[in-house]
């Protein structure tokens, strides 16, 4: 699976910001692949953002963007998406798209990444 993030921005706090991830090489869907953001700023480890199953039954967001991000897929599009609203300097990161197995915030059971797009949030 390959995939490629895109959306990424400047923008100022409070403002919103969407994110896509196009996946190409296998149907998401079709194998049942749990599509999740990531994000990581310089010389921090990388943190999980949000993810979402194969069906978009279940999801799963980190505390402090939970109200504020929607993460969204379209199995027939191959895609996932990140919706941002009231964005928070805090959030400046360089965001990745990840395709893993099963819905988890472990880093390891992600074995695809996208090449990941900038976001940076002014205040």
């Known amino acids: 699976v390959q995939l490629q993030a895109s959306g990424g921005g400047l923008v100022q706090a409070g403002n919103s910001l969407s994110l896509s991830c196009a996946a190409s090489?296998?149907?998401?869907?079709?194998?049942?692949?749990?599509m999740a953001w990531w994000r990581q700023v310089p010389g921090k480890d990388r943190e999980f953002v949000a993810a979402?199953?194969?069906?978009?039954?279940?999801?799963d967001y980190l505390d402090s963007v939970k109200g504020r991000f929607t993460i969204s897929r379209d199995n027939a599009k191959n895609t996932a998406s990140l919706q941002m609203r009231n964005l928070k300097p805090e959030d400046t990161a360089v965001y990745y798209c990840?395709?893993?197995?099963?819905?988890?915030?472990?880093?390891?059971?992600?074995?695809?990444w996208g090449q990941g797009t900038l976001v940076t949030v002014s205040s």
């Open positions: 090489g296998r149907t998401v869907g079709t194998y049942a692949y749990v």
């Open positions: 990840a395709v893993g197995g099963i819905l988890t915030r472990y880093f390891s059971e992600y074995h695809y």
């Open positions: 979402i199953s194969y069906d978009g039954g279940d999801s």
